[in-house]
């Protein structure tokens, strides 16, 4: 199965790497945009899904500054290349 | 006394932690991939790029086969250093509270510092005053120390907080200026500013060399016991 | 005739040559290959003849241009290693990954002859500082340098960077890698023993670069980027960094015959130079080479452009030994072929043989050109825009303020400290410590770098200007003490087939060539940069030089800043200043002039060594050269180094205070120390004494009254002067 | 709206995050894991989602090297912090 990890700064902890985005966005010339922040995507194959959260825990996130969230989005191959 | 120095693949600081360590005591590096810590007094994991960063710094490195005997020797009350990118490893293989996330200015920084001797009660700066100051070079890109406002106020009242950035000097946005941290036992201590670049004046300052002798002061202190 | 060589860049002349070699037409692969070795950036068709005329042999020369890196003997069993290589296309379509693969490829030129990288130092030019691209590219450029040399582990110790409209469309980015290795530990490309084994080691082989750097080093970039895009080439600096372990490890353990890194034209351009030198043949079996990607075609394998890959020759016993420590560096490994006693090239694939071409064709054969110099029509003001005039008091003061200030002159802190310039414990002259980087060197001495080259100047007078790029970098050296031992060289120019780019170009070459000689400094190897022109014309020309030179001791290393007040400062040298072609006339707007002042070698290099000896001696407490921005500008800088003030008696400069106060040439320094230490050196150069230093601002007397700046507000214009740019 | 954008190394385009990930995991005890890569993932409230294509092509994403998806996740507010 592919999944997605999607990695994000826990709420409440300074992301400069956001709030650079967000300052950087109307310089471009896009109006309107907040609460802009910037995490990780982690895309894999994995044969058994059932892993994932302890992948997540142990490696592929620090759950002491990060949130992650699992989507499995598709079956093998999809998207792999 | 004997200092092991980890390699991990893509470490840059290990020959420069062995060179100063060697103004203290004798030296050995410990490959990764080795469980074995050749009977060393004390374990210093470099600084650089284990694993080239990636994914998150250290994150990679701290599941190493040296690591896990790194763990042990901690639990049984080693002396373990971790510096800047060792720092990191702690943190991530939770040898030391925290994290550290990137820099506030997002960039790499190189630059001395001023750093300030907060307990001078460690193994790692027995042999300081406290509130020394002390001129160390600082060059990463994720120093940003960070721990739970309740994880801090422990540390502070364990002492483990060791070392913070004089006033106007933090140069990342750590959390009250923090810059090298202890475990609450006191024997596992991480820190950002890289001490092992600061053991020589020629090559710009020596206020760091105390972290090594303050090490062997009290491994020999504790031989002697 | 097919027409698919004109779309790989060759003349329908040069493929009759490769037809007549080959006595067929060639297939794809070999059409691939050769497309690839005779472009310009591999066979040097507009530059080889000129750089004959290159100074080349020394007393302490190792190994000079030919390999993959020169290196010069510092005692002690040891050499220095050292090649300055361009990066500029690739960096100007992706600046982060062109300027971090662009110090990638230094590197393996470097540790490829068995040295042991220590430094990096880069030369880079933008358009003017206040052009959004080049915020854009000075960023990104940084990043990647910063990114390939801090993660690797080898200090980036030195460079410079120059805002100029003419590279607006064009940036520069030069990076110069310095080794070390015990001198038994060199090796050499040629392959040599036939029944040898080819081995290929590191990063597996993917499409990327496939018509990269080499297609785009040859041709004008234009509006067509876009089509250029897809060869981007991404840097892995951990696999660098295992790669480079790995093969000094094998290197120390005798296994290794012969050592190639992989760079433009991927393996094609690795195997034919190890087959020339050593002139044997070699097999090269595609299918046997690690792939990224299924189903690569043959010809993709050959002439891919991956990072982070060495080739080897070894002996078939030793190859059990190599595949395992390999593996223990996590480096992959894999004999793909084997050295033959014929003078040939083969591809296989397999059992199949799908290209076959003699060695010579590819490497020696590819026709050489013969410049058709002609001196730009109306000068180079008129081949360049005069730049946008950006400052119009004549008031002395704000002058220095606008200069110290100025993108030019501005303090480099907010770059430099991007860069880990200390990391391996030898740095003992930091940026902005002193005017070259030194480094002391275990087993005792030190050795210092510097890495320069002023475009605009060279624009006006190639000649004189690229002499002045030597004299400069020399001047460099001689203010920490360092007596020079090498040059290297990156020559970027425009298209070299228009007549006044081909002038500018032999004339450079002509005043490097001099200047070398006139310092007794031979020149171990370089690269050039042909075609780097946008829309609106080419950029200046730039010869960047780098010198590595010698110290015994690196505890007497010379800082730039004063730092004992009551010292007496003196400005030695025979200086001539001239405000044509200098920083403040840049900034007044005005147009460039057509030549630059005569100057006499033998004169700058009796100055450079009465500095050197002075330094070395301990006799001064600072030095530093008067470049950009002049005399006031060189006294501005070295109290900001060192935070301290000074008082300086410029009386009876009359009509041409301006002139006197910024005024560019060679040969000036600004000396401080004891009066009797400054006073002795005036037997050996002219001396003027005409200051002390002390108290916290910047003080000049002259005929009509003082110019006073304080060390703080000089401070807030040279730090603030970049931060502006790089938005910091 | 919140919109969540991810990016990705495009196929082709060597990964060294993915392939150090995908080397580290049996290490751990995850097998069967193969095809990993690394990107970014950006979070962020837009008032006007039809800017987002070109906020990505500008600056979210390197189109050189980099592909990126956009997924409209969320009312403003959802996941906004
Ligand atoms: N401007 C120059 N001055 C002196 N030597 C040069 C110059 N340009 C190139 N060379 C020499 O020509 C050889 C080929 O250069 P290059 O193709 O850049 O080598 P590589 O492929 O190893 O990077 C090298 O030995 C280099 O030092
Ligand atoms: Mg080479």
């Known amino acids: 199965m592919r999944a997605r990890v999607l990695v994000r700064p826990k709420a409440g902890i300074l992301d400069p790497q956001g709030q650079a985005v967000e300052r950087a966005l109307p310089a471009l010339g896009f109006a309107g945009v907040v609460n802009v922040h910037v995490g990780r995507l982690i895309e894999l194959d994995v044969e058994d899904a059932s892993q994932l959260p302890a992948m997540c825990e142990k490696l592929l996130a620090n759950p002491l500054i990060e949130d992650y969230e699992i989507l499995e989005h598709a079956a093998v191959g999809a998207d792999s290349r | 006394m004997k200092f092991g120095v980890v390699r991990f693949p893509g470490s840059c600081d290990e020959v420069d932690a062995q060179l100063a360590a060697s103004r203290a005591g004798g030296t050995v590096l410990l490959w990764h991939g080795d469980r074995d810590l050749q009977g060393v007094d004390a374990v210093i994991v470099p600084g650089g790029f284990s694993y080239g960063d990636y994914l998150r710094a250290g994150a990679i490195a701290r599941f190493s086969p040296v690591m896990g005997s790194v763990r042990r020797f901690a639990h049984d009350g080693g002396l373990v250093l971790g510096i800047c990118n060792g720092f990191q490893v702690l943190c991530e293989a939770g040898l030391l509270p925290g994290a550290l996330l990137p820099n506030v200015g997002l960039r790499f920084l190189c630059r001395q510092v001023d750093c300030t001797v907060v307990n001078a009660g460690t193994p790692f700066t027995c042999a300081c005053g406290e509130g020394d100051r002390l001129s160390i070079p600082v060059k990463h890109t994720t120093g940003r120390f960070y721990a739970p406002d309740e994880v801090l106020e422990g540390m502070e009242a364990h002492g483990q907080i060791v070392l913070r950035y004089a006033p106007g000097c933090n140069p990342n946005g750590s959390v009250r200026d923090i810059a090298g941290v202890a475990n609450p036992e006191g024997n596992v201590f991480g820190l950002m500013p890289h001490p092992e670049h600061a053991v020589d004046l020629l090559t710009g300052s020596r206020d760091g060399l105390v972290v090594f002798q303050s090490m062997r002061d009290h491994t020999g202190g504790a031989v002697a016991a | ?728």
């Open chain 3, 1 to 728: 005739m097919g027409s698919a060589h004109r779309e790989l860049g060759l003349t329908d002349a040069e493929y009759r040559l490769i037809c007549e070699q080959l006595e067929r037409d060639p297939n794809r692969v070999e059409l691939a290959m050769f497309s690839l070795l005779w472009s310009e950036h591999c066979a040097y068709k507009h530059s080889r003849k000129l750089l004959r005329l290159l100074p080349t042999h020394g007393e302490r020369m190792v190994m000079g241009p030919g390999e993959n890196a020169g290196a010069v003997d510092v005692g002690g069993g040891r050499v220095i290693a050292f090649k300055v290589e361009s990066h500029n296309h690739p960096s100007a379509v992706e600046p982060f990954q062109g300027a971090a693969t662009g110090v990638g490829g230094i590197l393996r030129d470097i540790f490829a002859i068995g040295a042991r990288p220590i430094a990096i130092l880069d030369s880079l030019r933008f358009g003017e500082a206040d052009s959004p691209r080049s915020r854009y590219l000075l960023d990104r450029v940084v990043a990647g340098i910063g990114h390939y040399g801090n993660s690797i582990g080898v200090p980036t110790v030195g460079g410079e960077v120059f805002f100029e409209g003419p590279y607006e469309q064009n940036c520069l980015v030069n990076a110069m890698c310095v080794g070390l290795a015990p001198r038994e530990r060199l090796i050499r490309s040629a392959a040599a023993g036939p029944g040898n084994l080819l081995v290929l080691m590191g990063a597996s082989t993917g499409r990327d670069g496939i018509g990269g750097a080499s297609v785009l080093a040859s041709a004008e970039l234009d509006e067509e980027d876009e089509s250029k895009r897809p060869s981007v080439q991404i840097g892995d600096p951990f696999e660098e960094k295992r790669l480079l372990e790995c093969c000094l490890e094998l290197l120390d353990a005798g296994l290794l015959v012969s050592l190639q890194d992989l760079g433009a034209a991927g393996l094609s351009s690795s195997a034919a130079e190890m087959a020339s030198k050593g002139g044997v043949g070699l097999d090269v079996d595609v299918d046997r080479v690690p792939l990224r990607e299924a189903d690569m075609e043959p010809f993709e394998i050959m002439v891919s452009e991956s990072q982070e890959r060495m080739l080897c020759v070894i002996e078939p016993p030793a190859l059990e030994d190599v595949l395992e420590r390999c593996e223990r560096w996590e480096v992959r490994a894999a004999a793909i072929g084997a050295v033959t006693d014929g003078a040939r090239l083969r591809v296989r694939c397999g059992e199949e043989v799908v290209g076959d071409v003699p060695v010579s064709a590819l490497v020696d054969d590819c026709p050489l050109y013969d410049l058709d110099p002609a001196p730009p029509a109306g000068g180079a003001g008129r081949l360049y825009p005069p730049p946008a005039r950006s400052l119009s008091s004549d008031e002395p003061a704000e002058i220095l303020l606008a200069l110290v200030g100025s993108a030019n002159l501005a303090s480099r802190r907010p770059l430099f400290e991007q860069y880990d310039s200390i990391v391996q414990s030898r740095t003992v002259r930091r940026p902005a410590q002193a005017d070259a980087a030194v480094l002391a060197l275990e087993g005792g001495g030190a050795i210092a770098i510097s890495i320069d080259g002023n475009g605009r100047r060279v624009a006006c007078d190639p000649y004189r200007g690229a002499m002045e790029a030597v004299f400069e970098c020399a001047a460099n050296l001689a203010c920490v003490g360092a007596e020079p031992l090498g040059l290297t060289n990156c020559l970027n120019f425009g298209n070299p087939e228009k007549p006044h780019i081909a002038w500018q170009l032999e004339r450079a070459v002509a005043g490097l060539a001099d200047a070398c000689r006139a310092l007794d400094v031979p020149v171990v190897g370089g690269n050039v940069s042909l075609y780097n022109e946008g829309g609106e014309g080419p950029i200046y020309p730039t010869p960047v030089v780098g010198i590595v030179g010698e110290l015994p001791d690196p505890a007497r290393a010379g800082r730039l800043g004063f730092h004992r007040p009551g010292d007496a400062v003196a400005f030695v040298g025979p200086f001539q200043a001239s405000l044509p072609g200098s920083e403040l006339a840049k900034l007044r707007g005005e147009p460039l002039p057509d030549g630059l002042p005569e100057l006499d070698p033998a004169a700058l290099r009796g100055a450079l060594e009465a500095v050197r000896d002075a330094v070395r001696s301990g006799a001064v407490t600072s030095a530093h050269d008067a470049a950009g921005g002049g005399f006031a500008v060189a006294v501005a800088e070295c109290c900001l180094a060192g935070g301290l003030g000074a008082r300086i008696d410029f009386g009876g400069a009359g009509e041409r205070l301006l002139e006197l106060l910024f005024g560019e040439g060679p040969g000036g320094f600004v000396l401080s120390g004891p009066r009797e230490s400054l006073d002795a050196l005036a037997q050996r150069i002219a001396v003027t004494v005409f200051g002390e230093v002390g108290g916290d601002a910047l003080v000049f007397s002259h005929d009509d009254g003082e110019l006073v700046v304080t060390v703080n507000r000089l401070r807030a214009a040279h730090d603030g002067g970049l931060g502006r740019v790089i938005g910091a």
